[in-house]
């Protein structure tokens, strides 16, 4: 069946980085647009970065600009999220999502949780000394 699951989380000291990894399987990726979000405890969650089908469009939070870089690897069926100078404000359950998105050279994406229909179950990353 089609899933998305999420790895790379765990302790981090402030600092310190960390790799994401998302995997889709039961669905091509190319004709996706994925996101990356958290939640932290008491928290909504919120929109970190976003990656377009194409690749072409990325976005960050203004909290993540500088420090996150989000990529993809379509043959893998892959996406990752880099996060450097981790603080602990970074803290919390990483998840990744997908919505269809044909591929094209204007597609966008979003940092709007309700605008993706699928989900990860997430990976929790704490940031602590």
């Known amino acids: 069946q089609s899933q998305l699951v999420e790895s790379g989380g765990g302790l981090v000291q402030p600092g310190g980085s960390r790799r994401l990894s998302c995997v889709a399987s039961?669905?091509?990726?190319?004709?996706?647009?994925i996101g990356w979000f958290r939640q932290a405890p008491g928290n909504e969650r919120e929109g970190v970065s976003c990656?377009?089908?194409?690749?072409?469009?990325?976005d960050y939070a203004d909290s993540v600009k500088g420090r996150f870089t989000i990529s993809r690897d379509n043959a893998k069926n892959t996406v990752y999220l880099q996060m450097n100078s981790l603080k602990p404000e970074d803290t919390g359950v990483y998840y990744c999502?997908?919505?269809?998105?044909?591929?094209?050279?204007?597609?966008?994406?979003?940092?709007?949780?309700?605008?993706?229909?699928?989900w990860g179950q997430g990976t929790q990353v704490t940031v602590s000394s």
């Open positions: 039961g669905f091509n990726l190319d004709y996706f647009a």
């Open positions: 990656v377009s089908s194409s690749g072409g469009s990325i």
């Open positions: 999502a997908a919505i269809v998105q044909s591929p094209g050279p204007f597609s966008q994406c979003s940092l709007f949780k309700n605008e993706y229909n699928y």
